[in-house]
Each structure stands twice: as C-alpha cells, then as structure tokens.
C-alpha cells in the first residue's frame, strides 16, 4: 500500500513512481513522431494535402467525409476536460471512487497544461492550414488568425493526452487508446485542417504533457485536500 492507502501495483500509482523520461518506451515513441513529422514537412505534408483534396472534390458528399468531419468535432478541447470534471465529481460526491477520481483529476491537469503548451506553439510556430492558399507555409510569430494555427493540431494533442490518462489508468483500454488517437489524426488530415506533421506533433505534445504532470500528481492531490478537503475514500477493489 501507498501513503493514499492504494496498492502500489495498481499501473496508476506505479506510473506515477517512475519518471517519464526514464521510460525508452517514452523516448522510442517521440522519436517515432519525430521522424513522421520530419517525413511530412521535408514534402509528404502537401502531398498527402493535395491527395485529399481531390478525393474531396471528386466525392463531396462521400460517406468517409462526412463521418471524418463528425469524429473530428469529438476532439474539441473542451469536451473532455468537462466530462473529466462531470465524473470527477460523481466519483467524490455521489459514488465514491478514488481510481476514477484521481484518474480525472490527472486528465483535468493534463488538459490544461496541454491547452497552454499548444496554444503557446500554435501563436508561436504559424502554419497555414491545408485549406488556405498559402497551405503549409509557416508565419513565425503571425499566427493569431486561426487560419493559420495548424501547427500542432490541438484535437489529437487533446486526444492523445486523454489516450495517455486512460493508458495507465485502465491497461485493458491500451488498444483502444491508439486507435483513437489514429482515428482522431486521420480525421483532421481528412477534413484538411491539418497537415501529417501537425497531427504526429500534436500527439507527441499530448502525450508528454500528460506524463510530465504523471509524477507530480500526488502533489497536487495532497494541495487539493488541504485547500479544498476534496478526496473520496478509497474504494473496496482499491
């Protein structure tokens, strides 16, 4: 048991004891991501972009378009962190659980930093988007217009740091995760709001947003409690 009166093999308190960048699993990843996002902006980017665009015109009212478009308005930013905040309150108030409950905390925490980090990048790094005239073409500090934000794309950013909660929190989700966060970069290279790379960053940005706050989640739980007196009691399988 930890000092939270959890069994130290649960994955969500044993995740948080190791630091993420002592993971080779972490680093293989990025550096996966970091070759895939390498590999569209030396030219794959508006290739890819340009395949995409005449498949659009020549089936506009596809099926696979219109379920892209829907999948991808799933990945808004402020649909997960709500829905963190709706369970994190059943789980303290109505049906106490503390699994549930610090695994919403840790993905209301990684939202948030995420939401910062990528607007940081975004204003930063300008991309204009797929759609735009000048598709692909970077603005350095000119990116107040969201046309111009494609760089990285915040939806699979937001996917990938929930994908990266659940991850750890419930491992028998682990296939689903990738999926999802597949799916969601698909999604957004099909509606062409973002190019390969911005979608392989973003998931590189959500996913080491979510575990650089893995370790330091004790410390905000315990400032929580003494600020708030929020905490569930454990619950019987925890």
Known sequence: MNGNGMRCSDPLVRSAETSPWQRPGFWLLLAALAAVATFGIRGADLTIANAVRQWSDAHPDSVWHAAAFWFSQSGTLVIYPLAALVVLV???????????????????????????????????????????????????????????????????????AVATVLWFAWPRVRPLCVLWVVLMAAARIGV????????????AVGMACALVLQPRMDRIERWIETRFALRPQEDAAG
């Not at 991309?127 to 073409?137: C, E, H, K, S």
């Not at 062409?192 to 998931?203: E, I, K, P, Q």
Request: aromatic share 16%.
């Open 90 to 160: 059943s789980a303290w108030w109505f049906r106490p659980n503390y699994r549930v409950w610090r695994a919403c905390l840790w993905l209301l925490a990684a939202e948030g930093l995420n939401g910062l980090v990528g607007l940081a990048i975004k204003l930063g790094i300008g991309r204009w988007r797929p759609n735009q005239p000048l598709a692909g073409t970077f603005e350095w500090f000119h990116s107040f217009s969201a046309k111009c934000q494609s760089f990285p794309s915040g939806h699979t950013a937001d996917v990938a």
């Open 192 to 203: 062409m709001r973002h190019f390969l790379s911005d979608t392989a960053v973003g998931a």
